[in-house]
C-alpha cells in the first residue's frame, strides 16, 4: 500500500510500530512562516499484514498556529 499525506504542519506516520513517512519542516531549515505543506512528502510504501494493523499519526501545528492533516492511502485495486 501506498501513504501520502496532504495539509499543514509537522507529521509523522507509524504503521505497526515503523516509521513510514516523517516530515518536520523545522528540522529541514525550511522558513517557519512558510513551511508545512504536507504535500511535499513523497508518499511511501507500507505493507499490511493481515489482520489488525495499528496506525498512528503524529501532528504538530506550524508557526501560525494551524495543523491540518490528510492520510491518503492507495493499493494496487484502488488510488488516492
Do not use: C, M
Request: net charge negative; charged share 20%; hydrophobic share 40%.
Amino acid at each position: 500500500h501506498q501513504f501520502a499525506l496532504a495539509g499543514q504542519g509537522a507529521a509523522r506516520l507509524r504503521i505497526g510500530g515503523e516509521l513510514v513517512l516523517d516530515y518536520d519542516p523545522a528540522a529541514k531549515g525550511e522558513n517557519p512562516a512558510a513551511a508545512g505543506d504536507l504535500s511535499k512528502v513523497q508518499p511511501a510504501t507500507a505493507t499490511l499484514r493481515s489482520g489488525y494493523n495499528p496506525i498512528e499519526l503524529e501532528i504538530q501545528s506550524n508557526e501560525q498556529g494551524a495543523a491540518t492533516v490528510r492520510l491518503l492511502w492507495s493499493s494496487s485495486v484502488f488510488g488516492f
